[in-house]
């Protein structure tokens, strides 16, 4: 459960928590994230996990939280967004997504502002991409995005038949039309019991054997720290750096 895609929230007010916003974007968050567990539940799911990925990483309010849910919350994890997800799981729900960095959509990013652009191999990437691909790794398909319009758009190229909720639209990088919150709650409700049912024809997204991972930063001293990584290497005369993994992980 990521927070700048969740419903009503057009700006970083809502998701910083030094913010005026933050604690209506953090109900707004528990409200989403209860639409999508009541609609697993109710699809007879016996085991829902949720695990909290925006910043601080202790946004959802535990206390109003559906109680069939077990939550993951507080940093840091190893596997950050996807921590805890194995081979044991049906499926993933992406929630309160937003696009990459450098693409249209309300606070579009990936992972940090240092990041201009990111590829796994060839294709682009942001945190749908990298999530989807560690999830892939496991045998686990994503089967439901859920966020602004930009961020359904972007899973759909990368995942055939995934099951799309846009409880808004984006108008500029900070300014949403957006569903009422329990008209989108009952939407994110009826997309969850769909994507269960569609989850036969949706494939993982898995990642090649040995991925390499391209990251353009924003400044080249941000390029230059990160090349100091063992086995990194910085791309002469631009701000790319590569690390070829041994996998996903």
Known sequence: MDMQGVTALPDYTYVDSEKVNYERGRRLTTEDANAIIRGSVESGDDECLVNDSHSKI??????????????????????????????????????????????????????????????????????????????????????????????????????????????????????????????????????IMQAIENKGNVKPLRPSEKPLLKIEFTHYRQAELAAMLPGCELEEGTTIVHFQAKDIL
């Open 58 to 191: 202790n946004n959802l309010i535990a206390e109003e939280l559906h109680e069939r849910a077990e939550l993951i919350t507080g940093g840091v994890k190893a596997y950050s967004m996807v921590e805890s997800l194995d081979s044991s799981f049906i499926g993933a729900f992406f929630a309160g997504y937003h696009a990459r960095a450098g693409q249209k959509g309300v606070t579009a990013h990936s992972m940090i502002f240092a990041v201009r652009t990111m590829w796994i191999n060839r294709v682009e990437i942001g945190e749908i991409g990298f999530n989807a691909y560690v999830a892939g790794y496991y045998g686990v398909p994503v089967l439901l995005m859920a966020g602004n319009d930009c961020a359904c758009r972007e899973a759909e190229a990368l995942i055939p038949n995934i099951t799309t909720a846009a409880v808004k639209k984006s108008l500029s990088r900070s300014a949403v039309r957006t569903m009422h919150p329990e008209k989108a709650q009952r939407y994110l409700h009826e997309q």
